[in-house]
């Protein structure tokens, strides 16, 4: 059980240290808001402790912090902007998607215009960021500077501007500025993260670019696909053809009906109740299908969005 005494030693904190890590790259998350908690009211319970032992203390709140973003869509405003001004580093070493999560709280926010005032509340908070993420000091015009998030966000945007950056300026800034050029490949992906996350948070969620939610759609060649973002997604080929296979077979079940059979009440009910038996059969088969796949995949939510529509065409 997790108390002062217990954590008041390098290999306590180090334990806790990895139990969090993985709290965070497996999502978990119950386990992260127990934890959470638990270490709270072992603050609260040792109020002293800032002054006693100031170094335990930071690193209490910085493991409160690395669990707090496996469930940031339940943080209010206040949090979520603290956790990414003094807590964002915590993660980037992690196999942890920062930019999912973050979707995942501007969904809940119904107002377009609210999800974009966040957004900037957030890269300002980035921007304020004081942790080293890199080992040397950057050079920022002729003068040399820590290597913090704060640091390395100016030097990126002097140098490829303040406008939305695309992928391929990103990575050539990666692999030949005179800055970058220095760094391991740990470091690299720190920096990777940071700048995508920056970047995700420019886009405005009232444009289809910026928008969080994603959606099924039938594309112009017929093709079933997830739109993410503004761009349509490739979904499992199994996956593909089995929708295909539903679609083609109702719809070829609603055509080649006569005017015989449309004028004969019995006929029509009987061709009525066929049409719902195929319907039950197929949503019967895509929800096996959909037992196969994670509830966050691609395909998980073309499928469900495809007994939804069956549902509603029985009902």
């Given at each position: 059980?997790?108390?002062?005494?217990?954590?008041?030693?390098?290999?306590?904190?180090?334990?806790?240290?990895?139990?969090?890590?993985?709290?965070?790259?497996?999502?978990?998350?119950?386990?992260?808001?127990?934890?959470?908690?638990?270490?709270?009211?072992?603050?609260?319970?040792?109020?002293?402790?800032?002054?006693?032992?100031?170094?335990?203390?930071?690193?209490?709140?910085?493991?409160?912090?690395?669990?707090?973003?496996?469930?940031?869509?339940?943080?209010?405003?206040?949090?979520?902007?603290?956790?990414?001004?003094?807590?964002?580093?915590?993660?980037?070493?992690?196999?942890?998607?920062?930019?999912?999560?973050?979707?995942?709280?501007?969904?809940?926010?119904?107002?377009?215009?609210?999800?974009?005032?966040?957004?900037?509340?957030?890269?300002?908070?980035?921007?304020?960021?004081?942790?080293?993420?890199?080992?040397?000091?950057?050079?920022?015009?002729?003068?040399?500077?820590?290597?913090?998030?704060?640091?390395?966000?100016?030097?990126?945007?002097?140098?490829?501007?303040?406008?939305?950056?695309?992928?391929?300026?990103?990575?050539?800034?990666?692999?030949?500025?005179?800055?970058?050029?220095?760094?391991?490949?740990?470091?690299?992906?720190?920096?990777?993260?940071?700048?995508n996350l920056f970047e995700h948070l420019k886009s405005?969620?009232?444009?289809?670019?910026?928008?969080?939610?994603?959606?099924?759609?039938?594309?112009?060649?017929?093709?079933?696909?997830?739109?993410?973002?503004?761009?349509?997604?490739?979904?499992?080929?199994?996956?593909?053809?089995?929708?295909?296979?539903?679609?083609?077979?109702?719809?070829?079940?609603?055509?080649?009906?006569?005017?015989?059979?449309?004028?004969?009440?019995?006929?029509?009910?009987?061709?009525?109740?066929?049409?719902?038996?195929?319907?039950?059969?197929?949503?019967?088969?895509?929800?096996?299908?959909?037992?196969?796949?994670?509830?966050?995949?691609?395909?998980?939510?073309?499928?469900?969005?495809?007994?939804?529509?069956?549902?509603?065409?029985?009902?």
């Amino acid at each position: 059980m997790l108390n002062m005494q217990t954590l008041d030693n390098k290999e306590a904190q180090d334990q806790l240290s990895v139990t969090t890590d993985t709290i965070v790259e497996q999502n978990l998350i119950p386990e992260a808001k127990e934890i959470a908690n638990l270490i709270n009211n072992i603050l609260q319970k040792n109020v002293a402790l800032k002054q006693d032992n100031i170094d335990i203390y930071n690193k209490l709140n910085s493991y409160i912090a690395k669990v707090q973003f496996v469930f940031i869509h339940d943080l209010n405003e206040g949090d979520l902007i603290e956790l990414f001004e003094k807590y964002l580093h915590l993660v980037l070493d992690l196999e942890y998607d920062l930019i999912s999560k973050i979707k995942h709280r501007f969904v809940i926010i119904n107002d377009l215009q609210a999800r974009d005032e966040l957004k900037s509340k957030l890269r300002e908070a980035i921007l304020k960021n004081k942790a080293k993420v890199t080992k040397n000091k950057i050079k920022i015009g002729s003068i040399d500077h820590d290597p913090t998030i704060s640091n390395w966000l100016k030097d990126y945007y002097s140098k490829l501007g303040v406008e939305q950056i695309n992928a391929l300026a990103l990575n050539q800034y990666l692999v030949n500025d005179e800055n970058t050029k220095k760094l391991n490949e740990a470091e690299k992906n720190r920096l990777k993260k940071i700048f995508n996350l920056f970047e995700h948070l420019k886009s405005s969620s009232t444009e289809l670019k910026g928008l969080e939610e994603n959606f099924v759609a039938i594309l112009p060649d017929g093709r079933i696909s997830i739109i993410d973002g503004g761009v349509p997604l490739k979904i499992d080929a199994n996956v593909e053809q089995l929708l295909d296979d539903v679609k083609n077979h109702l719809d070829q079940s609603n055509i080649g009906i006569n005017d015989d059979v449309l004028n004969s009440q019995i006929m029509q009910d009987s061709q009525d109740d066929k049409i719902i038996e195929e319907k039950n059969a197929h949503l019967k088969n895509l929800s096996e299908a959909l037992s196969n796949y994670s509830p966050t995949s691609l395909e998980y939510k073309a499928i469900k969005e495809e007994i939804n529509r069956l549902r509603k065409q029985s009902s």
